[in-house]
């Protein structure tokens, strides 16, 4: 049996496919090191989204490709997004890589792995609309959160963006099997559970009928003894109805945190972009979430920089962000991806784009300072991450903070804290963008 490294790089869908390889190359009988030096073979499990990811993924097939040159790693298996996106020019600009497999071969992680050990070179590119196949996962999360993908692909067509075509097809998978796994989870000792796929909102609506399944699908896992927080990411605006509200609004495990990707606010770039809905819309839709749902925090994603955006659309996104004010912005300039409309339209230069996006964040910076400063002198549950040895102080995050893109509350407390703990803090600080506090009871 042999030594297997992983590298998972890029969204939380894609370390969910990584964690599936891992379950499925240990049930196999080899071994998942925790480091990738001493590997037989590694496999890199790559994003191909935008042109930072492709470079961090260039990055790292070419670091690992140094190891090997020393010996220190043996075989080495591109997987994923980059692979499916430039299947004949991995192997032949880069000859260290010994095989790759597509986002549709990942159940054959095993099978090629094998193949690579015997001396062969792996090409595999199953079909990327295929159903997803259901197995175990390896958690490369901490014990006491996990992410649950819910569907594979996406059927926006969203002019800029090349996930369809490397993903395929929007796929539910099976509302029993989704609970499964869930209840696994929760016996395994997570607290809390991420609901993510490309468009969390549709999941459902491939089934014969159509209907949305995602308030049903809550309403189940909110039914799970120890899942204590659920948190729901990547629900698109266009999808968003009366009864995905309800639920939000009446279910104490489902946390007031909504992921709700924008990219814009100009209505004629939303129209040229293939999105849904414009910017009254949006504004509209915003506003009916703060006042159905009391405390919610939004969390958005900003292209800047795209097709059609002038000086004048950009201030009336600037303008848009300063008055709904949402908690969380996450602001990206816009990259052409080859084989997208996008792509073939004309937009500002790159250097714009960017500079662009630095704009929003200092904005957007203001806005979670203030956001923060509110909260100073309450009282809110806080989930402990943990312990932060330059510091020498325990961490967590409440319920408006996802786990590695949103802020941090830093701990002070009379007794020790264990990870993974909700524990009870008031908020006397902000650090940095961050809260801290100390802790006036633990919860059971």
Known sequence: MANIGFISLGCAKNQVDCERMMHRV????????????????????????????????????????????EGLVGKILVTGCLSQRYQEEILKEMPEVDGILGTGSFPQVVPA?????????????????????????????????????????????????IIPYLRGKYRSRHLDDVLYEARVLASQGVKELIVVAQDTSRYGTDFPGGKRLLPTLLRELCKIDGLHWIRVHYVYPDEIDDEFIDVMASEPKIVKYLD????????????????????????Q???KLRDRIPGLVIRTSLITGLPGEGEEEFQELCDFLREVRMERVGAFAFSPEE?????????????????????????????????????????????????????????GRTYADSPDIDGRVWLASDEPLREGEFVIVTMDGCIEGDLSGFVVEEEA
Do not use: W
């Not at 990811?53 to 090997?68: H, M, P």
């Open 26 to 69: 240990q049930e196999a009988g080899h071994t998942v090191k925790a480091d990738i030096v001493g590997s037989d073979v590694v496999v890199i499990n790559t994003c191909g989204f935008i042109d930072s990811a492709k470079s961090e993924a260039i990055d790292y097939i070419l670091q690992t490709a140094a190891l090997k040159a």
């Open 113 to 161: 792995i094998e193949k690579l050990l015997s001396g062969e070179t792996v090409v595999d590119f199953g079909s990327i609309d295929a159903p997803e196949v259901e197995c175990g996962r390896v958690l490369t999360t901490p014990e006491h959160y996990a992410f649950i993908k819910i569907a594979e692909g996406c059927d926006n067509r969203c002019a800029y963006c």
């Open 260 to 283: 709700i990707p924008l990219q814009h606010c100009n209505s004629e770039i939303l129209t040229r972009m293939n999105r849904r809905g414009d910017g009254e819309y949006l504004r």
């Open 285 to 287: 839709l915003l506003q």
């Open 339 to 395: 084989g997208t409309p996008a792509a073939e339209m004309d937009y500002p230069d790159r250097s714009i784009a960017q500079h662009r996006a630095e704009v929003v964040e200092m904005l957007q910076s203001d806005i979670m300072d203030a956001y923060n400063a509110s909260l100073l002198g309450r009282t809110m549950e806080v989930l402990v991450d943990g312990y932060d040895e330059e510091r020498e102080q325990f961490f």
